[in-house]
């Protein structure tokens, strides 16, 4: 009898041992590998302002994303081709007599704007009308892509424009088309 008491007890501990385990694994891994979706939304946005004034040719590169495009003589109060308003101007500069701006942003943050199946997912569609595109994303949107001719998107190779859902059609023969997103998606967290 006393072995089976003692069998018992130490099966018991053993169980309670291991769901003590499993709950602090459980709580490290929350801590280190997810961020709280609120904590992310309050987070200031990722990224700086490239394109030297007063003649900015902006590039955001393959490891960046263009989130907004100020076009000359824009301050940077106001993104171009959306409604998205970046508050804080620093790294701004100078207005650009011609060309543009770019605030890019890392995709290391924000991974999700190469994932194209999630892009599809949340309504991604192509805004302008050839052959005078002045494409724009209406509020709540931000411009993932912007392109006269549909092979690339202008100011960033990150993006991969044979990716995106929809189709392009025709070129611009001014302006540029952009390829909105709903601006939740970029600060949805799995």
Partial sequence: ????????????????????VESATAQ????????????KAQRPLIGKWEGTAPSCDANCGSDRFAFCVA????????????????????GFGGGCLSGHKAFCSPVSEYPQVQDYAAIAAAGGVWRGTAP???????DGYFALCRSVDGDSCDFTSAIDIS????????DCWSGRKVFCVPT?????VQ
Avoid: W
Wanted: net charge negative; glycine share 10%; proline share 4%.
């Fill in 1 to 20: 009898m006393n072995r089976a008491r003692f069998l018992v007890a130490a099966l018991a501990l053993g169980f309670l041992a291991l769901l003590s």
């Fill in 28 to 39: 490290n891994q929350k801590a280190v590998g997810t961020v709280d979706p609120a904590e």
């Fill in 71 to 90: 076009e000359e003589k824009n301050l940077g109060d106001h993104c171009s081709y959306s409604q998205i308003v970046i508050p804080d101007q620093k």
């Fill in 132 to 138: 005078t595109c002045e494409g724009s994303c209406g």
């Fill in 163 to 170: 990716k995106l859902p929809g189709s392009f059609g025709d």
């Fill in 184 to 188: 939740s998606f970029l600060f949805n």
